[in-house]
């Protein structure tokens, strides 16, 4: 079930258009199996097994309280019923591998080269890594338009809702109002700052990618309907450069 999960992810990703303005990115509807996707559905994991971003070490103090994640190495400590914690960790499993790694440097591979030119390495000299992880944010959170860490080569989300009734709830894509202004990576800037180019609806069973770069700037729009959830699998591909 995995196995062939991921490979019709690989699939569509590896035949999907390329969207390339304002930053490359894709956009993939039905990106699991129907029966896969519905087996997401009911392992549905409670809100005690998730953790604040915040209180994680792993963003500043003044990062959104709305925002809470499960790791793999934390999912043991759970208590998330014993076929839910089998679920997700041969999910984490399967879509952490080399090959999948492997596609996404292959899709964004032109963004990449010219990320790693600024850093004067090549491809050659590129060491990636990944994580996968679950994340959930709830009514009050919003992100200001910022381009991820430098470390960070690759973003990819997994839409997770259950229904369409929140299709407002997507990442945007955004573009300075200063047309020349880049970022390297770190700090989240004003949403007045910005204009607003599109969102990528928050539909189930959807797909999200794009490559770090200093023009890839995204964000959510502020939450302010009251049921607002968001559910999200993250797997994102990383490196280190020279002197970090």
């Not at 596609?103 to 850093?119: C, G, I, P, Q, S």
């Not at 390297?184 to 069973?205: I, K, Q, R």
């Amino acid at each position: 079930m995995f196995s062939a999960a991921k490979l019709q992810v690989m699939y569509k990703v590896m035949n999907a258009p390329l969207r390339l303005w304002p930053f490359p990115h894709i956009c993939v509807p039905d990106i699991f199996p129907q029966d896969f996707y519905a087996e997401i559905q009911r392992h549905r994991l409670a809100d005690d097994c998730f953790t604040r971003l915040v209180d994680t070490g792993r963003v500043g103090k003044d990062y959104s309280g709305a925002r809470a994640c499960l790791f793999p190495q934390t999912l043991d400590g759970t208590p998330a019923p014993e076929d839910s914690k089998a679920f997700w960790r041969s999910l984490f499993k399967t879509f952490r591998d080399s090959e999948f790694s492997a596609m996404w440097a292959h899709v964004f591979r032109a963004a990449m080269t010219e990320k790693l030119a600024d850093h004067k390495m090549g491809f050659g000299d590129l060491r990636l890594y990944n994580e996968m992880f679950l994340m959930r944010d709830t009514t009050t959170y919003s992100l200001g338009p910022h381009t991820d860490s430098p470390r960070k080569m690759v973003s990819v989300l997994f839409y997770l809702p259950s229904d369409d009734r929140r299709a407002a709830l997507g990442t945007s894509a955004y573009i300075p109002k200063d047309r020349g202004f880049t970022c390297l990576g770190g700090p989240h800037h004003p949403f007045e700052n910005f204009d607003l180019v599109a969102t990528m609806p928050y539909l189930p069973n959807t797909l999200v990618a794009f490559p770090q770069t200093k023009r890839s700037f995204h964000g959510v729009e502020p939450v302010t309907q009251p049921d607002a959830l968001r559910d999200l699998l993250l797997f994102d591909l990383k490196t280190g450069f020279p002197g970090e």
